[in-house]
């Protein structure tokens, strides 16, 4: 749903560090403290071993959940229903993305154990092919699909590149070296991130990847908040973009940030913890992921009402203990993933409280 969900991204895995503040509706959190629990969500595990990945504004959830044969499968959570969406022939498939009107894109095997890309809508799943050796759509809105896809270079080596398919054609977006495509929104702007170089695998001093937000064909880098890297996670309607970014030079320490045209990148407030802003809706609330200090404890979900006021920590479902919210729509409802016990991972959502 190209307004608020997380993707996953090739070019750069980091943890992040940032800054403590107050958030609203909840106690003040303390430097090295963990943020408060709020009380303004419900969690409700949705029954199954999988992960929830987005929601729209209709409130259908889109995800996968493991099936009798233990393998994973693309899923539509609507209105208490479970929607099994299938594969392409083979025996798995997940989702990763739904727009408003339902469309679901995400991968599967197919029956020739090739992964490729797909969208599904209305009960019929259509193979969107494999650009190159593998092929991830990572978002869809209107019907506009991006993601990334591996291509092979001449020199034998292999080069991750963001693509958008508009009306049934595929465009490479040519951004700088290797790139991903995370994000699309309903005026078809498109938020990911680029490597400045060729290589990869560097290490954390001499990584180069930034953020960047495309549009009608134009590239604009989103810079970083003084440091030497930047990604991007996360996209609404107005091209606000979260993500992460590198502080100093060494690029180890980092943090959370937003950004918009009118106000550049600016770091979210975060304690000395560490966080993954995941996603942003058309409110301006953002969702991800918050470990209680720096030197990275567990890991919970978390809500920033806006980038100034610190995050405050969703509760746990009954039984479990919630470690990631990944999407939110404009009504505020949240989903992502909760562990339990046995060390199953279970799909969840947030609903906002009526009183809240």
Same mark, same amino acid.
């Given at each position: 749903?190209?307004?608020?969900? *997380?993707?996953?991204?090739?070019?750069?895995?980091?943890?992040?560090? /940032?800054?403590?503040?107050?958030?609203?509706?909840?106690?003040?959190?303390?430097?090295?403290?963990?943020?408060?629990?709020?009380?303004?969500?419900?969690?409700?595990?949705?029954?199954?071993?999988?992960?929830? @990945?987005?929601?729209? #504004?209709?409130?259908?959830?889109?995800?996968?959940? *493991?099936?009798?044969?233990?393998?994973?499968?693309?899923?539509?959570? #609507?209105?208490?229903?479970?929607?099994?969406?299938?594969? @392409?022939?083979?025996? *798995?498939?997940?989702?990763?993305?739904?727009?408003?009107?339902?469309?679901?894109?995400?991968?599967?095997?197919?029956?020739? !154990?090739?992964?490729?890309?797909?969208?599904?809508?209305?009960?019929?799943?259509? #193979?969107?092919?494999?650009?190159? /050796? =593998?092929?991830?759509?990572?978002?869809?809105?209107?019907?506009?699909?991006?993601?990334?896809?591996?291509? =092979?270079?001449?020199?034998?080596?292999?080069?991750?590149?963001?693509? &958008?398919?508009?009306?049934?054609?595929?465009?490479?977006?040519?951004?700088?070296?290797?790139?991903?495509? !995370?994000?699309?929104?309903?005026?078809?702007?498109?938020?990911?991130?680029? +490597?400045?170089?060729?290589?990869?695998?560097?290490?954390?001093?001499?990584?180069?990847?930034?953020?960047? @937000?495309?549009?009608?064909?134009?590239?604009?880098?989103?810079?970083?908040?003084?440091?030497?890297?930047?990604?991007?996670?996360?996209?609404?309607?107005?091209?606000?973009?979260?993500?992460?970014?590198?502080?100093?030079?060494?690029?180890?320490?980092?943090?959370?940030?937003?950004?918009? +045209?009118?106000?550049?990148?600016?770091?979210?407030?975060?304690?000395?913890?560490?966080?993954?802003?995941?996603?942003?809706?058309?409110?301006?609330?953002? &969702?991800?992921?918050?470990?209680?200090?720096?030197?990275?404890?567990?890991?919970?979900?978390?809500?920033?009402?806006?980038?100034?006021?610190?995050?405050?920590? @969703?509760?746990?479902?009954?039984?479990?203990?919630?470690?990631?919210?990944?999407?939110?729509?404009?009504?505020?409802?949240?989903?992502?993933?909760?562990?339990?016990?046995?060390?199953?991972?279970?799909?969840?959502?947030?609903?906002?409280?009526?009183?809240?």
């Amino acid at each position: 749903m190209g307004l608020a969900r *997380t993707s996953i991204t090739a070019l750069a895995g980091a943890l992040i560090v /940032a800054s403590a503040g107050q958030a609203a509706g909840a106690s003040p959190a303390a430097a090295d403290a963990c943020p408060a629990t709020t009380d303004q969500w419900q969690a409700v595990d949705l029954g199954v071993i999988g992960r929830a @990945l987005d929601i729209n #504004d209709q409130g259908q959830i889109a995800g996968w959940a *493991t099936n009798a044969a233990g393998r994973s499968q693309a899923m539509i959570w #609507d209105d208490g229903q479970v929607i099994d969406v299938g594969t @392409l022939g083979g025996p *798995t498939s997940s989702a990763s993305a739904i727009d408003e009107d339902g469309r679901v894109v995400g991968n599967s095997y197919t029956a020739d !154990s090739k992964g490729h890309g797909f969208l599904w809508h209305n009960g019929t799943m259509e #193979d969107l092919g494999n650009f190159g /050796a =593998l092929t991830f759509p990572r978002d869809v809105s209107q019907g506009v699909i991006v993601g990334d896809y591996v291509g =092979l270079q001449p020199d034998g080596t292999r080069r991750t590149h963001a693509f &958008v398919i508009r009306n049934g054609v595929k465009t490479d977006l040519h951004v700088v070296a290797g790139s991903g495509a !995370s994000d699309v929104n309903k005026a078809g702007q498109i938020a990911g991130t680029h +490597r400045r170089t060729e290589t990869v695998g560097l290490p954390a001093d001499q990584q180069t990847q930034r953020a960047f @937000l495309w549009e009608n064909g134009a590239v604009t880098e989103l810079g970083t908040l003084g440091g030497i890297w930047s990604q991007a996670s996360g996209l609404n309607n107005h091209g606000h973009v979260v993500g992460q970014s590198a502080l100093g030079a060494d690029g180890v320490l980092q943090a959370g940030f937003v950004w918009s +045209r009118e106000t550049g990148m600016r770091s979210i407030e975060d304690g000395d913890g560490l966080a993954w802003p995941a996603a942003i809706n058309d409110n301006g609330v953002i &969702v991800g992921t918050h470990a209680c200090d720096a030197a990275g404890g567990a890991a919970h979900p978390a809500v920033w009402t806006d980038p100034v006021h610190a995050p405050v920590r @969703l509760p746990d479902p009954a039984g479990g203990s919630g470690t990631a919210a990944n999407a939110i729509n404009t009504n505020g409802e949240i989903v992502g993933t909760a562990m339990y016990p046995s060390n199953q991972q279970h799909a969840v959502l947030w609903r906002p409280n009526a009183a809240g």
